[in-house]
Each structure stands twice: as structure tokens, then as C-alpha cells.
């Protein structure tokens, strides 16, 4: 008779998370995901720089200074934007498809049955997503070529040859373009998901916002001469880095527990357990922050249509109000900005809630709150923790989203609006931490310890 004795494990001297990695690329199946995951970022990385027809450069780059508002835009895309490349307008028609589907889904009688139809409903919804991504790319490209072909002075010159009216061919082609770029982008991210590791759309985005960071570098090292300043931004940065985190953990835990019957031996037998149910502070994520956002920009952009520089007329002073007080320069902006993310995480919040079903759920499958009867009560019940919770986290969302804002009085440096992006940092960390969450996951399926503590 022989005794199997298990290897010791070693332990290493190394930092948990260098060790996990190494130990993700030992193991076959994982090291193609990684693999994978970065060969698709490196295509889309190639991408952003193959610029549609026609793009005059000195021009876009000239419109992109007269008009920092663009700044938002280029978030989403990667600098693909800036760049104008067929995928100029990255993900984010799909991101605003899946918003409208996801607010929709409530009020359509049709969209509410099939979000209560498992697998099969979300698979019909995700299909109504695609559909509805096309239309809104076409739409935001025409906008946003619009803003380089004739709202900013020497921005005119940025697309030579855009409008119907000019040159119909290659107006399509151009809009063509980029709308594929966008669909191109989607199903990458999507192979991503399948195939890689994260969710591969937020995968696509964190790797257009982590390609701008050596651009950001190279700005702060210029001010290098403003020791304090810079500091007190390095310093803000790190501390915004850290709530985000605090508050993309946090959560409150109710307590579940099970009653189940099980027939064994001929005999009815009850069996009980018990569970939680996360209700995290930030449940919205950084969907208000694009709300809020993207209402916020509409005033300036149609202003910059209607200005007549050196007219006198009321309908160029409004413009001109529209275009300096609702204007990131503007303090009225970062109000608005506060107040706007700020109701719509509850918005988004008890939407996004509602959808879940969670008493309903619960008492199907034989679980109940300690202390609350099923049904409607425990519905009630969630619906006020829910509702305290997210006060939390609105007011965080709202402390971020002006951030940049706060960063630029106390260090008095201008360009710390643009040096500093709260909605960049809150994106990123957030799939940096859902990435870690996935890996984690695969190690410990593999055996192997993990790395979040």
C-alpha cells in the first residue's frame, strides 16, 4: 500500500499579484485569454490611428483647441477621435443603445416581457441593442463631422469635401465608414467577452483611456517648474483613486435565508440555508456621469452653430451665454453637472432595480428576509435600503463628476480640467477591478491562490 503525498506549496517572495500572473500564464487555456485580450486592444490601437478620408490634420487639431468640450467625446473613443480614424466614435453609440434599451425596458410592454424570459430575453434584447447601435452611429457621426466642417473657425478646413451639398459621395462614405468602425468595435469587444478576459466593451474603452496616459504625463512633466501645483494634482488624483475603489466595494449585505422540501427515501424532508443579497452603494456605475454629461454638452454645441463672432444681435449674445456659462469654463456647468449626476444615479439606480425582480425572485425559489414577509413587503423593504444606500453613492458620483472643477481652484493650474479626468479615472478603476474579479475567479477555479484580499 502506497501513500500519495501532495506537493508542498512554495511560498513565493513575490508580490501576490506578479505571482498571479505568472501563474494565469502557466496554464494553458488562461494564457490564450490573456493573449487574446491583448491582441484585439493592439488591433483596435491600430485602428485608432487609420484616419477617415479627406482629414486635414493641422485643421482637427485646431478645432480641438478651439473647443475643449470635445475633450468628453474623445474619452470613449480611445484619441480616436482626435485623430478622426474609422473608429472615431468608439463604442459609445453602443454604450447610449444599451442606455435607451435598458430605460426602455420598464415602459414597453414587449422589452418587459422579454427581460422576465431568462437567457432567451436578454439574448433578444442584446440583438435590439446592435440593431438600434447602427442608426445612432450613422446620427453621432453626421454630428460630430458637423462640428469639425463648420462650428470653429479653422475648423472648417478639418474635412475637405464634407456635406451633401458639396460632395454626396464621399459625405457617405466617410459616415460609412465610421459606423462600420463602430460595429467593428462592438463585436471585438464581444470577442473579448467570449474568448479574453472583463467585459470586453469596458476592455475597449479602458484601453483608449490607459493610450492617453503617456500624452497626460508629458503635460504634467511640462509643469514641472509648479512643483506644489503638480504635487497637489498627483495628490488628488491618488485620493480619487482610492474613493473610487472605496466606494466600488462597498455594499450592504441582506440576509437571506432558504426553506427548501426535498423527497428522500420516500420521505419529505426540510432543508434550510442561508445567503445574502449585495446591494452595492454604487449600483448606476458611471452611467449617470454619461447622462449628465452628454445633456450638458447639447447647449454649447448648438450654440457653437448659431455664433456670429462681432454680431451684436440677441440671438448672438445668447449663443454666446450659452457658450461661456454652459462651457466646462463656466462655473454654471459643474452645478449642473452636480445636480444632474446626482439625480440621475437614483434614476438609474431604482430602474435598473426595479428590473431585477428581486422579491419576486426570492419568493419563487423559497426565500425570504428574516423578519419580512415575502412578497410586496420585502420588495418595500429592498426598495428603502436601496434608496438610503444610494444616497451615498449619488453624492459621490456628483463629488467626482466636478472633481476636475475642485482640482483646478485649489491648485490654480488651467489645464487641470483636461489633466485630470474623474469620469477616465472612475472607468478606469472600475474595469481594472471587474478584470482582477475575473481573473481571481479563473485562478481559483484552477487552484491556485487568488490575489484579491
Do not use: C
Request: net charge positive.
Amino acid at each position: 500500500m502506497t501513500t500519495r503525498v501532495e506537493p508542498q506549496r512554495v511560498e513565493s517572495t513575490r508580490p501576490a499579484l506578479l505571482q498571479a500572473v505568472i501563474d494565469a500564464m502557466r496554464i494553458p487555456d488562461l494564457r490564450f485569454r490573456i493573449l487574446f485580450t491583448l491582441g484585439i486592444l493592439i488591433v483596435f490601437r491600430f485602428m485608432a490611428h487609420v484616419p477617415v478620408p479627406g482629414v486635414n490634420r493641422e485643421a482637427l487639431q485646431a478645432a480641438f483647441d478651439a473647443n475643449p468640450v470635445l475633450g468628453f467625446l474623445d474619452i470613449f473613443s480611445g484619441g480616436a477621435l482626435r485623430n478622426l480614424s474609422v473608429v472615431a466614435l468608439g463604442v459609445y453609440p453602443y454604450i447610449t443603445a444599451s442606455i435607451i434599451v435598458q430605460v426602455l425596458t420598464p415602459v414597453v410592454p414587449h422589452l418587459k416581457a422579454l427581460g422576465q424570459e431568462g437567457e432567451f430575453g436578454r439574448q433578444k434584447m442584446n440583438q435590439y441593442t446592435h440593431y438600434l447601435t447602427v442608426p445612432i452611429a450613422f446620427l453621432q457621426a453626421w454630428a460630430q463631422l458637423n462640428l469639425f466642417s463648420g462650428a470653429f473657425g479653422t475648423g472648417d478646413q478639418a474635412i475637405q469635401g464634407f456635406g451633401f451639398s458639396s460632395n454626396f459621395l464621399n459625405t457617405l462614405t466617410i459616415l460609412l465608414t465610421m459606423t462600420a468602425g463602430t460595429v467593428v468595435l462592438v463585436w471585438m469587444g464581444e470577442l473579448i467577452t467570449e474568448k479574453g478576459i472583463g467585459n470586453g466593451v469596458s476592455i475597449i474603452i479602458f484601453g483608449g483611456i490607459v493610450a492617453n496616459m503617456p500624452n497626460i504625463a508629458g503635460q504634467i512633466w511640462l509643469l514641472r517648474d509648479q512643483v506644489f501645483q503638480v504635487s497637489m494634482l498627483i495628490a488628488f488624483g491618488l485620493l480619487i483613486i482610492y474613493m473610487i475603489v472605496v466606494f466600488t466595494e462597498a455594499q450592504r449585505r441582506i440576509p437571506v435565508q432558504y426553506g427548501r422540501s426535498v423527497f428522500r427515501g420516500g420521505r419529505m424532508y426540510r432543508q434550510a440555508g442561508s445567503t445574502h443579497i449585495p446591494l452595492r452603494v454604487n449600483s448606476a456605475g458611471m452611467i449617470p456621469l454619461i447622462f449628465a454629461f452628454s445633456i450638458l454638452i447639447l447647449p454649447s454645441t448648438i450654440a457653437s452653430y448659431l455664433r456670429s463672432p462681432g454680431s451684436d444681435s440677441f440671438l448672438s449674445k445668447l449663443t454666446d451665454f450659452f457658450a461661456n456659462t454652459l462651457g466646462p469654463q463656466g462655473n454654471a456647468y459643474w452645478g449642473l453637472a452636480f445636480v444632474l449626476v446626482l439625480g440621475f444615479s437614483f434614476f438609474y439606480t431604482l430602474v435598473v432595480f426595479n428590473q431585477q425582480n428581486l422579491a419576486e425572485n426570492l419568493q419563487k425559489n423559497g426565500g425570504f428576509v428574516p423578519g419580512i414577509r415575502p412578497g410586496k413587503p420585502t420588495h418595500d423593504y429592498l426598495m428603502r435600503v436601496i434608496f438610503r444606500i444610494t444616497w451615498a453613492g449619488a453624492i459621490f458620483l456628483a463629488l467626482i463628476a466636478i472633481m476636475p472643477f475642485i482640482i483646478g481652484k485649489a491648485t490654480n493650474l488651467q489645464a487641470a480640467t483636461t489633466l485630470i479626468s474623474s469620469t477616465s479615472l472612475l472607468i478606469m478603476v472600475g474595469v481594472a477591478l471587474d478584470t482582477m474579479r475575473q481573473l481571481e475567479a479563473q485562478l481559483l477555479m484552477r487552484n491556485y491562490e487568488g490575489f484579491v484580499r
